[in-house]
């Protein structure tokens, strides 16, 4: 296997940088950002290869870069949170934490849902080794995300701040938003439980089966983020409009496999028919 070039380390930059995009300035979403979709964009306008990374150099280059670059929008919240580096959460900093930690859970489930169209469409097979701690980078997200709801905003473990799990319980089934956010959180705690080499083993095919959830998951997440938002819903649209390719990839995928194994069924059928003629 050949050593760490110099585009190895060109490509782990680039791979980085495009997690981490700059923080929105002011309160609300005056803007888009695109930077945790180069990838997707990558994908579609370009023809050239990344070089094939060994898996000692993901394991020992891109993972840990990454790792740090995937804990980058937690760090700046919990400086922003005690005023480290002159960094503001604004006017509302319960509101923002909530805002982006839900962001940013998002982003990763669509994240890792680029794992294997970017796999396929630009020939990156050592993208698989990162798809398992993006997903729990996923988890640990919107984790966050629901436990500064219940705690911060909801006033969990806060003296006289009038929490009842009454209030959380009627809140969860009665805001149709919540309700769907709080299921897909569910739905996640398999997903991270079983994400070990051990459940693998164990579960067989049941575990592509059970993580084929991450799909609902998506949706979910979109619709949560939509209905949330209330007013300015063009990022949502934005999260909607790559699940639903993201989606749409992976359907085309199937039918083409479906067609191939029809092929491959009458191959055999036809040429004992020529055969036999």
């Given at each position: 296997?050949?050593?760490?070039g110099?585009?190895?380390?060109?490509?782990?930059?680039?791979?980085?940088?495009?997690?981490?995009?700059?923080?929105?300035?002011?309160?609300?979403?005056?803007?888009?950002e695109i930077?945790?979709?180069l990838?997707?964009?990558?994908?579609?306008?370009?023809h050239?290869?990344?070089?094939?990374?060994?898996?000692?150099?993901?394991?020992?280059?891109?993972?840990?870069?990454?790792f740090?670059?995937?804990?980058?929008?937690?760090?700046?919240l919990?400086?922003?949170?005690?005023?480290v580096?002159?960094?503001?959460?604004?006017?509302?900093?319960?509101?923002?934490?909530?805002?982006?930690?839900?962001?940013?859970?998002?982003?990763?489930?669509?994240?890792?849902?680029?794992?294997?169209?970017?796999?396929?469409?630009?020939?990156?097979?050592?993208?698989?080794?990162?798809?398992?701690?993006?997903?729990?980078?996923?988890?640990?997200?919107?984790?966050?995300?629901?436990?500064?709801?219940?705690i911060?905003?909801?006033?969990?473990?806060?003296?006289?701040?009038?929490?009842?799990?009454?209030?959380?319980?009627?809140?969860i089934?009665?805001r149709?938003?919540?309700?769907?956010?709080?299921?897909a959180?569910?739905?996640?705690?398999?997903?991270?439980?079983?994400?070990?080499?051990?459940?693998?083993r164990?579960?067989?095919?049941?575990?592509q089966?059970?993580h084929?959830?991450?799909?609902?998951?998506?949706?979910?997440?979109?619709?949560?983020?939509?209905?949330?938002?209330?007013?300015?819903?063009?990022?949502?649209?934005?999260?909607?409009?790559?699940?639903?390719?993201?989606?749409?990839?992976?359907?085309?995928?199937?039918?083409?496999?479906?067609?191939l194994?029809?092929?491959s069924?009458?191959?055999?059928?036809?040429?004992?028919?020529?055969?036999?003629?």
């Amino acid at each position: 296997m050949r050593g760490i070039g110099i585009h190895d380390l060109q490509y782990a930059v680039f791979v980085t940088l495009s997690l981490y995009p700059s923080p929105i300035k002011g309160e609300g979403m005056t803007r888009i950002e695109i930077q945790p979709y180069l990838p997707i964009l990558v994908a579609t306008f370009t023809h050239t290869s990344a070089p094939m990374f060994n898996p000692k150099v993901v394991r020992k280059v891109i993972k840990p870069v990454i790792f740090i670059a995937c804990l980058l929008p937690l760090a700046w919240l919990i400086a922003g949170a005690f005023g480290v580096a002159n960094i503001s959460l604004g006017a509302n900093p319960v509101a923002k934490i909530l805002h982006q930690l839900g962001q940013w859970g998002l982003r990763f489930i669509v994240i890792t849902l680029c794992i294997s169209p970017l796999r396929s469409l630009l020939n990156w097979p050592w993208l698989v080794l990162l798809r398992r701690m993006l997903g729990l980078f996923a988890f640990t997200y919107v984790l966050l995300h629901f436990l500064t709801w219940l705690i911060l905003d909801q006033g969990l473990f806060i003296p006289n701040s009038g929490f009842t799990w009454h209030s959380i319980i009627k809140d969860i089934t009665k805001r149709p938003y919540i309700t769907i956010g709080f299921a897909a959180l569910l739905m996640l705690i398999p997903l991270a439980i079983t994400s070990t080499n051990a459940m693998m083993r164990r579960l067989g095919k049941r575990w592509q089966q059970l993580h084929r959830l991450v799909y609902v998951i998506a949706v979910l997440g979109v619709w949560h983020y939509y209905w949330q938002v209330k007013k300015d819903v063009r990022e949502p649209l934005v999260f909607a409009a790559i699940v639903f390719a993201l989606l749409a990839w992976r359907y085309w995928r199937y039918r083409n496999r479906l067609a191939l194994a029809e092929q491959s069924r009458s191959a055999p059928v036809q040429s004992v028919a020529v055969e036999g003629n």
